[in-house]
């Protein structure tokens, strides 16, 4: 599924970096897991842009992404106009916005649970809100694919908002990164599932998705999925965050 892993799996909601850093998750104290999985999301050594596309019942609709550090740019085709979103992380939350006509807008929270052009991520998704989440519960050890993983789970505060009532997290006990995420209802019921199927090698040190696969599930049973494909970036790459 993923070849050759290596030094470090970098993972992270839409865009899923692996490269070279000190960042593990050191034993099995929930907290730590949990804060390791989210600064490996929040820091990359990939500053270029990646294009791709996203597919969903034959669609294909383009996006591009730019790493930078805790700042993350992603843009996406939506009735043949570029919207284009600016997301900042940091230890403890994050701050969504949307760029229109170069004026940077407050993202409204309302919307955080919309479908992005139609497809099975949202903008939720896109945030990984669930990361900071308190209290994760430690479930055991799983196995994904051939890797050894943390098993999390983590409750919705009370007054948080969004689609998800509790979160399941399996997290690689070796490289400190997620490799698999589903989202449940109140019920109990799964909602979503988010599963990285492949990367390429994009330089010496940075390691890159090229495949993860979003799922909705209703009344059980999966409804809907949505491929995010990425491409090689070209050598000059892509002007982004600058």
Request: hydrophobic content about 40%; aromatic content about 12%; charged content about 25%.
């Amino acid at each position: 599924m993923f070849g050759d892993m290596k030094p470090l799996l970098l993972i992270f909601g839409v865009t899923v970096a692996f490269t070279c850093s000190s960042l593990r998750a050191q034993g099995p104290d929930p907290d730590r897991i949990l804060e390791g999985a989210r600064l490996s999301a929040a820091l990359t050594k990939l500053d270029d842009g990646l294009k791709g596309h996203l597919a969903n019942n034959g669609k294909k609709i383009p996006i591009t992404i730019f790493l930078k550090g805790r700042d993350i740019q992603f843009q996406f085709m939506e009735n043949n106009t570029w919207r284009v979103f600016h997301l900042r992380l940091n230890e403890d939350q994050y701050d969504l916005f949307e760029i229109i006509q170069g004026k940077t807008i407050d993202f409204p929270r309302n919307k955080l649970t919309e479908s992005i052009a139609g497809t099975d991520l949202t903008y939720e998704d896109l945030a990984l809100r669930f990361f900071y989440w308190p209290n994760p519960k430690l479930e055991g050890i799983e196995t994904i694919g051939a890797f050894e993983t943390y098993k999390l789970r983590l409750d919705k505060p009370s007054k948080d908002v969004g689609n998800y009532f509790s979160v399941y997290v399996w997290v690689h006990t070796k490289f400190g990164a997620f490799m698999k995420v589903h989202g449940h209802a109140k019920n109990g019921e799964i909602l979503k599932e988010f599963l990285v199927e492949d990367v390429m090698k994009v330089s010496d040190e940075v390691w890159t998705l090229h495949k993860m696969q979003v799922s909705s599930y209703k009344n059980g049973r999966r409804s809907s999925i949505t491929d995010m494909v990425l491409e090689k970036p070209a050598k000059e790459g892509l002007k982004g965050l600058r």
